[in-house]
Structures are given as structure tokens and as C-alpha cells.
């Protein structure tokens, strides 16, 4: 039996069960999008007893088309309103965080020259093709943030790279997953802070931040990758998506730039 719960931008993903088990199997949607995949593969293993809450570990099942399979992992979307799940998600990230990076990089993960270029293109990407479609009061501080993301970490680490709310299984009080590690690699520790600061409640936010100890810096570029996590959604709607995806990703850019306001 096979259950579709197919909405990922980069893989098309499946439910398997079987005699023994329920499994995951993850093939890209595009050609392009495989190398994550292929990431996952090899540094997942190396970092599962790593980390103080489980992640997949997949193994290669096919080679054409390229897929892999992983044990189910239990868990419901994380609401972002527990302040139990949230300090289980700052001991999470700082664990992640602290783990060395020239090791990580032996195992798969990406350096920190092509996690940073990956995102410098993508910046490159909304200053000519999303800035524009923005209202005219919001091009300054909508240009001041892209300045702010273009100068990269100073001390990359591991980090997970899109860790929001699909990506954060809970059951009850408890967080049973973190999964979706295609973006990961060494890069900046405040992308993991986005919407695990910012877009999640204050309880659960509040304790993400005591759990994992994050300074005013820090912080200040979580709230910046926050601010622009809408305008991906623009870019992959003017790409593959289709319009639904350019006009919600404009509104959630608008309401966050206007929430938040600009910041030096």
C-alpha cells in the first residue's frame, strides 16, 4: 500500500507499507534538485546519534530514478505554541550547532562557499526579480535587507536551513522529528532561528531562544532571514510554482516587512 503526501517543492514523496514497516521514499521533482538528496544520504547517517531528537536516515533504494527510504518518522506539524516543544527545539539546534564543521564536511555536508553562494544567488535573484514587484515604500528597507544577507557568517555551522513548521514533527509535548534536510550545509546558525524565533508563538519562541542561548546578533539575522523567507516563495513561483505561490509569497513579504519594520 502507498499513501501520496506529495507537497514538497524539491522531492516527490511517498508513504510505503509493508510487511515490515511504514517507510518514506523521497525522488526529486527536477533533475537539479538530486545533489540535495544525495547529501542527505551521506551525512544523515553520520549525524542521527548526533542529535538529541531523531532525524531520517536514509539509504539509497534506486538509482534511476534516484530514490531513497527511511523508517517513518511519528509526528504531527509543529504549531509552534508549546513552550515544552520549543525548548526541546533550542537543545536541538544547539547541538546541531555545536558540532564540528570541518567534520560535517568530511560527511557530506556542504561548505560553507557553496551554502553561502547558493544563497547569494537566490539574493541576486529577488533583488532583480522580487524587489521591483514590491510597494515603493517598502523598496529601501527591502533593499537594506538583502545588503544585510549578502555578507556571509562568520562562524559557519552546521545547520539544518529551512527549519519550519512541516519540518518539526511533535506528538503531545514532544518533538519526535526534524526532517527535510535537503538545504543543509555550513552556513549561518540564524537561519535555523527564522521561524523558530519568528514565526512561532512567544511561549515556544521564547524558549527556543533561553534553551539555546542565542545572542542580540544572532537573533537580529534570524529576524532578517524571517523577513525574506516569503520572497523564496516568490522566486519558486515565478520559476515553477505559478502565480498562487508569486502572490502569497508577496503578501507574506509585505505583512512582514511592515510587522517587523526596518532595521539598520
Do not use: K
Not at 531528537?53 to 527511511?70: D, G, K, N
Not at 556542504?110 to 533583488?127: I, V
Not at 542561548?213 to 525574506?228: E, I, M, Q, Y
Amino acid at each position: 500500500m502507498t499513501d501520496h503526501f506529495d507537497r514538497g517543492w524539491d522531492n516527490r514523496v511517498s508513504l510505503v507499507e509493508d510487511a515490515r514497516g511504514r517507510w518514506v521514499e523521497r525522488t526529486p521533482r527536477f533533475p537539479d534538485r538530486e545533489p540535495q538528496l544525495r547529501r542527505e544520504a551521506a551525512l544523515l547517517p553520520w549525524l542521527a546519534p548526533r542529535l538529541p531528537v531523531p532525524v531520517p536516515v536514509p539509504t539509497i533504494v534506486s538509482e534511476a530514478p534516484f530514490t531513497v527510504r527511511y523508517a517513518y518518522l511519528p509526528g504531527e506539524r509543529c504549531p509552534g505554541t508549546s513552550a515544552a516543544q520549543g525548548a526541546e527545539v533550542g537543545a536541538f539546534l544547539n547541538a546541531l550547532h555545536s558540532l564540528d564543521p570541518a567534520e560535517a564536511q568530511e560527511h557530506g555536508a556542504r561548505g560553507p562557499d557553496d551554502w553561502h553562494g547558493e544563497r547569494r544567488a537566490s539574493l541576486e535573484r529577488m533583488r532583480a526579480d522580487v524587489l521591483p514587484m514590491l510597494p515603493a515604500r517598502l523598496h529601501d528597507p527591502g533593499a537594506a535587507l538583502l545588503d544585510r544577507l549578502a555578507t556571509p557568517a562568520e562562524d559557519p555551522r552546521l545547520v539544518h536551513g529551512d527549519l519550519g513548521p512541516d519540518h518539526i514533527r511533535v506528538a503531545g509535548e514532544r518533538v519526535t522529528a526534524v526532517i527535510d534536510w535537503g538545504d543543509c550545509g555550513l552556513g549561518d546558525p540564524a537561519v535555523d532561528l527564522a521561524w523558530t524565533a519568528f514565526g512561532a508563538v512567544p511561549a515556544f519562541a521564547d524558549a527556543v531562544l533561553a534553551a539555546y542561548g542565542a545572542g542580540p546578533g544572532l537573533v537580529g539575522r534570524g529576524r532578517d532571514f524571517h523577513l525574506v523567507g516569503p520572497w523564496h516563495e516568490v522566486l519558486y513561483g515565478l520559476a515553477e510554482g505559478g502565480p498562487t505561490f508569486v502572490e502569497s509569497g508577496l503578501a507574506g513579504a509585505v505583512e512582514r516587512l511592515e510587522r517587523f519594520g526596518s532595521r539598520s
